[in-house]
């Protein structure tokens, strides 16, 4: 059984400008230990459908179809059904750490209450268990630095708290929206670094929603790209990035400063803007920046598939 | 780190070029808002009613203020005889001199608050905008104002001068000037750091400049709120110094003055207490629920 | 060198709080920025990076005169910034513009694009006729990739990359001779961050402009500059050519930065590349002694903790502050080791 599995997930909000459509119709699975990235840009849907998943949605926002987890649905549980599942089955981490920690607890009350409400520890045992995690995170001096405040960490080690909090009750799955992005690169690296050790050793599943296509490549088995609430194109990471099949990933591998090519190397930008979920054009909502489009594009365009679970949705035979 | 990032229902503008060319101003958006809030356009409307009452009513209505109908005085509100709200001891329809008493109250009311935004915008503007040395004089300065006994002031000022109603005025906006300037200067601290201002000074604004075209229009909203809830303070004000004996002179008249006068006769003549603190009530929750109302739709984090 | 029209001379600045309580005042400094200096000829593209704390942004501001200097000089086309009348400063802002890292911010909001494009016409020419500002402006917008009807318009019915086109059109709305780009793609999307760098660069070639580009992003500032000045801490650690620094950087901390950039490439990207950096950027309030990177840097000796190196230029014209740099061969792709 997969773990995670969503069926015909739609994710829609009340805006006084109208209905927003945040996720269309999205279907995808997660197996135990694997890691999948969920990439996109502004618009794409890509926090929504997580958010969907773990009940964080906003309060005019309604969310449609399964989310699955271990066989049952996340969608329709009550919240303190939801609530013994967040946190200890699943955990969720975050963009900025300075706001996702309370900065007037201890570093140690905020990583033992989540211990003791979902593993029932004392406080010595939990205590025992936080400072293992930050050795594990390689925050230095854990027994000191457990008793500080999120303020005198930096931003770097708030994150990697971050990511100790999200894993002490070992969970089968842990979600990462942007973990690294507010962070300096070489924070980043380390992180990453640390994201990839920590997989090596656990069988958490990681599911890492990111518009970086450089973190991705380095971390995930599994590439999923989003674009206006869909799904355009998943398949393995090699498969993505030397065989991108669909216009808007191409274009997107296309568009990003690389190191490793030669500096003459000019940048293809996709041309247009963000798309605009209040008004989404019918049939292939890439069209109109699409350098490939044609008239059949005004029609839903179907699924093709490559090999090895490589799929994407496009009217062009052999991908752009 | 994206400004757009995931926010659903922002990102790309209307598709270009396609409606017209009028944009929609953060402005325009604040009065949908507004407008969808019940109890401030219900309390506009209320508002609205009570204005137009209190600018026609009086001519409407067959009695004249001052005029002593001696063959009903102290009567208790009937229609048969003409007085439908009652009148006081010397036969005076209570309504119409409701009515024109609201006249002078909103009108303390209005020029009050207006005077004390054109004094006080400037000023906080200028100290929180300024910084520093001048910042500190200016407020400073407030502050001991501030410290004056505003009551033993305005009654000095009485004593001297006479009840006159401009006196009136300018005594309540000297003071009111005073909480408008601590509230622009406080917003106008925050403001001077947001990076357009910086923008501005970049594209070689002067100070002056950016007060006036930057500073000034973005405040405008945090002003308006706190007008609409100064307005009912200056006319409790008013009031209160009618009470004492202090607010506009006979035959003139304000709510404050009705109420203290019907105070008196409460116990055989309720109607005229009961009448004009009804309209001075009704007026005052009305300001406040347009208040609440306006600072709702003006607060931009208050977009769904 | 001949033929600079921005010369920084040790540029110094320095904020100053009181620390401590009201029986016990003292004062702390943080040196946010500390003795920069670097020219940028006519024409030329220099590109600064660093990460948080480095002073990059403080440096953008000090040179604008947005941020008072401390110290140092700022000579543009000959005159010295620092310590100008606050008259003269404001009429070099024709010639000086900046561009802003948050689009939206950087725009009032109540200001429709007509406006925000030409204040800065209005600021230095009120007298010029109604129509003839609009022209412009609208110039100015299909210049940037806008459509002029969309004048009325105001910022918040914009994307971000459309905004940030309405800032670049009102920094160039002068002509200026030299414009900072502080960050000005970081917080857009990948595919309109590339559409901006594009932009930026035709921009430049076209116009000739000289323009300091600021970023985090080592890709990035490589698409867009001829020279890039690495910053840490508030100091230069190197600066040197384009071709050079991505190839061969002459500094430690140049080297960690170019290996920690993730690679999108699966295969490159599982190859493991250690940075070789130790411990976590030090607090801007006190920074370590020497050289302000010996603490982490994989190549300390003992004398970097005694003396801070200056920086000082090499044969090939590239600048680099470090005691070791003749020694050390960094090339990206080797493993390191002494030369």
Sequence with gaps: MPLLQLKDLNVRFDTPEGEVRAVTNMSFTIDAGESLAIVGESGSGKTQTMLAVMGLLADNGRASGEALFKGRDLLRMSAPELNRHRGSEIAMIFQDSMTSLNPYLRVEKQMTEVLAQHRGLGRAEARAHAVEMLAAVRIPDPERRIRQYPHEYSGGMRQRVMVAMALLCRPDLLIADEPTTALDVTVQAQISQLMRELRAASNTAIVLITHDLGVVAGLCERVMVLYAGEVVECGGVDDIYDRPRHPYTRGLLESVPRLDQPEETSLRAIPGDPPNLLALPGGCRFRQRCPHASDACTETPPLRAGGGGHRWRCFLEDGA | ?304 | MSGAVLSVRDLEVRFTFRDGGVFSPGARTLAAVSGISFDLGAGEALGIVGETGCGKSTLARAILGLVEPSGGQVLWLGENLVGMDSGALRRKREELQIIFQDPLAALDPRMTVRDIIAEPLRAFYPKMPSPEVDDRVRGMMRTVGLLPDQINRYPHEFSGGQCQRIGIARALVLNPRLVICDEPVSALDVSIQAQIIGLLKDLQRELNLSLLFIAHDLAVVRHISDRVMVMYLGRAMEIAGRGNLYRRPLHPYTSALIKAVPVPDPKLARQVRDTGLTGDMPSVLNPPAGCVFHDRCPYRVGRCEAEAPVLRRLENGDQVACHRAEELDLTIGKPSHLS
């Design chain 2, 1 to 304: 780190m994206t400004t757009n990032a995931d926010r659903p229902g922002t990102g790309a503008a209307a598709v270009p070029g396609a409606d017209g060319v009028r944009g929609r101003s953060p402005r325009q958006d604040a009065w949908r808002r507004l407008r969808r809030n019940r109890a401030a356009v219900v309390s506009a409307g209320v508002m609205g009613v009570i204005v137009l009452l209190v600018l026609f009513g009086p001519m409407l209505i067959a009695w004249d203020p001052d005029y002593t109908d001696w063959a009903h005085t102290a009567a208790p509100p009937s229609l048969a005889s003409g007085h439908w709200l009652g009148t006081d001891a010397v036969g005076r329809d209570i309504l119409v001199r409701t009515l024109e008493g609201g006249r002078i109250s909103l009108l303390v009311g209005l020029v009050a608050t207006l005077v004390s935004l054109l004094i006080g915008v400037g000023y906080g503007a200028v100290a929180g905008y300024f910084g520093g040395l001048t910042d500190r004089l200016m407020m400073r300065a407030v502050d001991i104002i501030y410290a004056l006994p505003f009551m033993f002031f305005v009654i000095l000022l009485m004593v001297v001068f006479g009840r006159n109603i401009l006196l009136i005025f300018a005594a309540i906006g000297a003071v009111n000037w005073l909480d408008m300037s601590r509230i622009v200067r406080g917003q106008t601290l925050g403001l001077k750091n947001a990076e357009f201002i910086e923008a501005a000074r970049a594209c070689g604004v002067g100070p002056w400049g950016i007060i006036r075209r930057h500073i000034v229009p973005n405040l405008l909203g945090v002003v308006v709120v706190y007008m609409t809830l100064t307005i009912p303070q200056v006319i409790l004000i008013e009031s209160f110094l009618s009470f004492l004996g202090l607010g506009v002179q006979e035959p003139m008249s304000s709510w404050g003055a009705l109420v203290s006068d019907g105070a008196q006769d409460m116990e055989t003549t309720p109607w005229t207490l009961i009448v004009p603190a009804v309209m001075l009530t009704v007026t005052l929750y009305c300001f406040n629920y347009l208040g609440d109302g306006l600072r709702d739709a003006l607060d931009p984090k208050d977009r769904a």
